[in-house]
């Protein structure tokens, strides 16, 4: 393996470059510093110089900089753009001691995202809160072929001269940058030993919502791109950490071959109960807290057992984990998320120590804020966890499958019938019905439902809406 002496990033405005440099630098045996060869300034905007060589002693001699890059003590390297110093281009292609990394992204979503971006005028966002709302961008044919056109030129001009020189790169998607075992398997090409725990949460992405929703004339850049099937359009964006089975959370049965793979909704104290009220025995028997290799052993003993999993409308259960885990105090609730969301979001929610009323306009607009945080939560732009109680039920499910699929997946409507009848399936003689879901407190959600609620809900869990047909709530 060459061993090497610096790096260089190719990539494009708006594919996600900021968060790829600001990961590769929290290697303490790295070091990337920006846009070393823009024409336009010396690694970043308003810098006069870039590792000690100013703008104007790089534009007379760009070799210079490549020096200093390689005579850093750390593994250092830069970002290179197509529109960028053309002269470095063909030193850095040929030269097999610079590893090359590429970066690339979907080109539609980076045109728009650099149109949102001129519109707005934020080209970087650490602060969701600072976030600057654009109005949907126009899409401009003409325009879109001339960025797609020079993408190309420039992702050939490189493909071309590593195949002639012998050489590979590390490429990197848009998609993986969320990736922290991409990010360490990119270090570790790169001859690094350490590992990042977790990736840089300062950079939130600044426009997460589906591009139909981006772009004024969609219809118009549908026909515009009637001939390409590469973008997948109509999708709905899905920035959420992957997630593992969570194997420890599925409870069985005492006697009654059921297996409960929970997804997490507030709705898992009812069906516990009714688990157990199964073979006649307490909440607190009943199987869990399963290793991996302790559940198959439950499985292979189980012939014929049934797995099942239950879904709620995304608004119900999102309310429920409000109420349970940001309103309330004490054990089971996020003590720390709830003192943030009071503080940083300015949720009217009472204080940890108050016994006073607290007023149900008030829990609405609490709720509905709430709701807001999930949407930025969900779409990767707080640095506060996504907790399994509020991720998307879809996000939940494939993560089960990574163990696997539960044989069932009812809703909270149909529990009352659908829960003995599995039971009855496995041979249960008198299976009974499972107790009724608990009313949300301090308010229920009838109370403060409206249309604004729905909608915010439908925006925060649009995925779940798709993937399970949920209409309204009401």
């Known amino acids: 393996m060459v061993e090497f002496e610096y790096f260089v990033v190719f990539a494009e405005m708006r594919t996600g470059s900021n968060f790829l440099e600001a990961n590769l630098n929290a290697f303490p045996g790295l070091s990337c510093v920006g846009e070393a060869f823009n024409p336009h300034f010396p690694g970043y905007p308003n810098k006069t110089d870039c590792l000690g060589i100013t703008q104007e002693a790089r534009d007379a001699d760009p ?12 593994l250092t390297g830069f970002r290179f753009f197509h529109d960028h110093d053309e002269r470095v281009l063909d030193t850095v292609l040929n030269d ?25 005028g934020q080209w970087k966002l650490t602060d969701v809160r600072r976030r600057k709302e654009a109005t949907a961008i126009t899409f401009d044919g003409e325009e879109f072929e001339t960025h797609m056109a020079q993408l190309q030129q420039f992702q050939i001009r490189l493909t071309h001269a590593l195949q002639t020189t012998g050489q590979t790169a590390f490429y990197v998607a ?13 270090a570790r090409w790169l001859g690094q030993q350490d590992e990042l725990a977790k990736l ?35 999708r709905t964006p899905n920035f959420e950490p992957r997630r593992g089975p969570n194997v420890p959370s599925y409870q069985a049965a005492v006697k009654t071959p059921l297996l409960y793979m929970p997804i997490r909704g507030e709705i898992d104290r009812q069906i516990s109960d009714w688990l157990a009220a199964l073979d006649s025995v307490d909440r607190a028997d009943l199987p869990g807290k399963f290793t991996q290799k302790h559940l198959r052993q439950w499985m292979r003993a189980n012939k014929g057992f049934r797995s099942f999993a239950a879904i709620r409308h995304p608004v119900a259960r999102a309310h429920s984990v409000f109420c349970n ?24 929610i009472p204080g940890r120590n108050s016994d006073g009323p607290y007023p149900v306009q008030d829990h609405r607009q609490a709720f509905a804020m709430f709701l807001d945080f999930l949407k930025a939560n969900l779409t990767g732009q707080t640095s506060i966890r996504v907790d399994q109680s509020w991720a998307t039920q879809s996000s939940v499910l494939e993560g089960m499958a990574g163990f696997c699929l539960p044989d069932h997946i009812l809703r909270e409507d149909e529990l009352a019938d659908a829960l003995p009848r599995l039971a009855a399936e496995v041979g249960h003689p008198a299976p009974p019905r499972p107790g009724p879901t608990p ?19 439908a925006s925060a869990y649009q995925r779940d809406y798709l993937v399970f047909g949920f209409g309204a709530w009401r």
């Open 63 to 74: 070799y210079s900089l490549i020096a200093a890059v390689k005579a850093q003590d750390s």
């Open 96 to 120: 097999p001691r610079c590893a090359k990394i590429i970066l690339t992204r979907n080109p539609v979503d980076s045109y728009v995202s650099w149109k949102i971006a001129q519109e707005t």
């Open 174 to 186: 848009y998609e993986d940058l969320q990736d922290v075992a991409v990010m360490n398997g990119l």
């Open 200 to 234: 840089d949460d300062k950079l939130k992405r600044q426009n997460p919502s589906p591009i139909s929703e981006k772009v004024e004339n969609f219809e118009e850049m549908e026909q515009a791109l009637a001939r390409l099937d590469r973008f997948n359009l109509s």
């Open 325 to 348: 885990r940001i309103v309330k105090t004490g054990r089971g609730a996020y003590g720390e998320i709830r003192q943030t969301l009071r503080q940083k979001y300015k949720l009217p």
């Open 439 to 457: 009313e949300d407190t301090p308010h229920p959600l009838s109370a403060i439902y409206d249309d604004e609620i729905e909608q915010k809900a």
